[in-house]
């Protein structure tokens, strides 16, 4: 099962961008796929060719209105590992004995 934490803008759009991110929010939600939206992108969990899929999407539609995009992927595979979009951060929290914000 693979994480991928990503961030995908248009340049030159002007200041807010958040018009964007809804768009490709739209299209990571419609997949059924895990995900977690965050300040500075949004980590989605699947097998790899589903969450490549819904990344291409998510370029294919920012690229009908941009001639510029800027993006950014990492990921982390773990063979046979599921739900790990929460149980990581739980591990954490854990270790801490406490939630995190």
Request: overall charge positive.
């Amino acid at each position: 099962m693979l994480l991928v934490d990503f961030s995908m803008f248009p340049v030159g759009k002007g200041e807010s961008l958040s018009p964007y991110v809804a768009k490709s929010l739209e299209i990571i939600e419609s997949s059924g796929l895990d995900y977690h939206c965050h300040a500075m992108g949004t980590v989605v969990e699947g097998e790899y060719d589903e969450v490549m899929a819904v990344i291409k999407r998510c370029f294919e539609a920012m690229s009908a209105q941009s001639d510029r995009i800027v993006c950014t992927i990492k990921f982390d595979y773990r063979k046979g590992h599921q739900g790990r979009l929460r149980s990581k951060v739980a591990s954490v929290e854990t270790k801490l004995g406490r939630k995190l914000k």
